[in-house]
């Protein structure tokens, strides 16, 4: 019946079998009905069914559709294609630990709802029971406690007590871990944290940013001011200013609305970056987080984020990504670098980037080992992102 009631829409799968069959490089590819004409790069993808048997250039139009993988994305790959696969349960001892130089992590992470087990009024939130409230911050502490960052912005948390269960977890134990939060407008009662390693980084102050000119309550954006206090760097070396921006943008459900916010919150953050390299044009500054977009988009804000280096753009282009959608990787977490001027810097030498990119952290048991989302984040025990790092380190 399917086949007399959509003529064209059998043709046009009959096409894309045939392609996938004997075009190279198609192969790996799922069958995903989306036509990308329709869609901008940030959009995900939909159902293209609609008028299908009425009109004969559909055919091509569907059968593109078939072929296509999401507008803006990489093909979804394996654990080895992705950057840095290390075993669950390591004992978050970095290689550059004992390297020549003192390095600096820095880390972006989204939890995926990190709740807790009280239901709070008015808030579209999620309750974990006892067990699932602690095998969640069990699991995501051991991916803490291996990636080993020693500044980490994290999305999707509820409130200051997850923060601090978090950093109490046993797989963290004996780290000097601290952390800062600030309650949200969101509507799901989630925002955005900082945690931090105070052997590491002195911490000198933090305000929550009010995102405002937007269509509804949303995230605000957390900035963080430190100066690095590395125990490895000679007793005379000056501390290095650094400030941390943390973010949670909008998400793709909101189409062309949720889009314009974005930009809008860019543009705030941009004036307020600004504003913080003419007060202080030796830091270093630094912005991350889940801005769920790819980083080809980022870049058309352009000038708007000059001087920021997006350092998750040669990973995407790579193939690599921290989101996983119609079998495709999205670089939705990104982190945003400034490096002030080497004149300007407390040392000629001073802080820099390790690698030019920041990179994707992968464990196997991050991801699904089979099923029909064999590859994709594990969010069942996990989260549906990876962890994205960038390493800086600073000659002695």
Known sequence: MLVWRFPYLWVSCLVSLFARRHIPGLAGFRVLPVPSRFKSRCAPPFLFLKGVKNKPRHILLAAAG??????????????????????CGSSGRRVHDIATFPTLRIATYNVENLFDTIND?????????????????????????????????????????????????????GIPYQSITYPSRDARGIT??????????????????????????TRDILKVEAV???????????????????????SQLGGASAARERR???????????????????GIIVAMGDMNCNPDVILRLK?????????????WRRGQGSYAYGDT????????????????????????RLAPDARVFVQPCLLNAEGPYRGYPNRYYFSDHLPVFLDLVCPR
């Open 66 to 87: 078939m072929l296509a993988v999401t507008a803006g994305g990489q093909p979804l790959q394996t654990a080895a294609a992705q950057d840095v696969p290390v075993p």
């Open 228 to 250: 690095v206090t590395h125990p490895a760097l000679p007793a005379d070396h000056e501390p290095q200013p650094v400030i941390f921006y943390v973010m949670h943008l909008p």
């Open 329 to 352: 990787w999205n670089m939705y977490d990104n982190i945003l670098y400034f490096q002030p001027n080497p004149s300007l810097s407390p040392r000629p030498q001073g802080w820099h």
């Open 264 to 282: 809008r919150i860019f543009s705030q953050l941009m004036a307020r970056a600004g504003a913080d390299m003419q007060r202080n044009p030796a």
């Open 303 to 315: 000038p708007s984020i000059d001087p920021f280096i997006c350092t998750t753009l040669g990973p």
């Open 192 to 217: 955005v944290g900082f945690v931090y390693r105070t052997d590491r980084l002195q911490v000198l102050g933090s305000e929550p940013i009010r995102v405002t000119g937007t269509g509804k309550a």
């Open 121 to 173: 009024p008015g808030v579209q939130e999620t309750v974990l029971t006892p067990a699932q409230y602690t095998l969640k911050t069990g699991n995501i502490a051991r991916v803490v406690g291996d990636l080993a960052p020693d500044a980490l912005g994290l999305c999707e948390i509820e409130n200051d007590r997850v923060l601090r269960d978090l950093i109490a977890a046993p797989a963290l134990a």
